[in-house]
């Protein structure tokens, strides 16, 4: 059983030795504690995870709140999650293009989480 700090620690080290991570591939490595009936959000109705457990929730945002980041979310297509084994929601539309005020309804966003590359100087 880990906790939601050293599942965010090895989130972001899978991220940097594979380039990327998608939630099928966390759910590779957690198992049944990745699993769960939690859906994350990240804009108004801009869903990026479906099936995700209360704990890597938490990892996640710990990743998204830590400064300097380690990880940034990135978008990529919806193959991806489809190899990767990642649960897509069905009757769910694509999130193309976010608008400024978010979707009125809820949209599913392809995305993965990759480690933060320096800027250049």
Same mark, same amino acid.
């Not at 380690?70 to 999130?95: Q, Y």
């Not at 599913?108 to 990759?114: G, K, L, Q």
């Given at each position: 059983? %880990? $906790?939601?700090?050293?599942?965010?620690?090895? &989130?972001?080290?899978?991220?940097?030795?594979?380039? =990327? @991570? $998608?939630?099928? *591939?966390? @759910?590779?490595? #957690?198992?049944?504690?990745? *699993?769960?009936?939690?859906?994350?959000?990240?804009?108004?109705?801009?869903?990026?995870?479906?099936? +995700?457990?209360?704990?890597? %929730?938490? +990892?996640?945002? @710990?990743?998204? =709140?830590?400064? !300097?980041?380690?990880?940034?979310?990135? !978008?990529?297509?919806?193959?991806?999650?489809?190899?990767?084994?990642?649960? &897509? !929601? +069905?009757?769910?539309? *694509?999130? @193309?293009?976010?608008?400024?005020?978010?979707?009125?309804? !809820?949209? #599913?966003?392809?995305? #993965?989480?990759?480690?933060? *590359?320096?800027?250049?100087?």
């Amino acid at each position: 059983m %880990t $906790t939601a700090q050293e599942m965010a620690d090895k &989130i972001a080290d899978i991220a940097a030795a594979e380039s =990327d @991570i $998608t939630h099928g *591939r966390m @759910i590779s490595a #957690f198992g049944d504690e990745a *699993r769960g009936d939690i859906s994350l959000e990240i804009g108004e109705n801009v869903i990026v995870m479906v099936g +995700a457990s209360e704990k890597l %929730t938490k +990892a996640l945002r @710990i990743l998204r =709140d830590e400064t !300097p980041r380690r990880v940034e979310v990135v !978008p990529c297509h919806w193959l991806c999650h489809l190899s990767d084994g990642s649960p &897509i !929601p +069905a009757n769910m539309p *694509r999130a @193309i293009r976010p608008p400024k005020k978010g979707y009125k309804t !809820p949209h #599913f966003a392809s995305v #993965f989480w990759r480690p933060v *590359r320096p800027s250049a100087p």
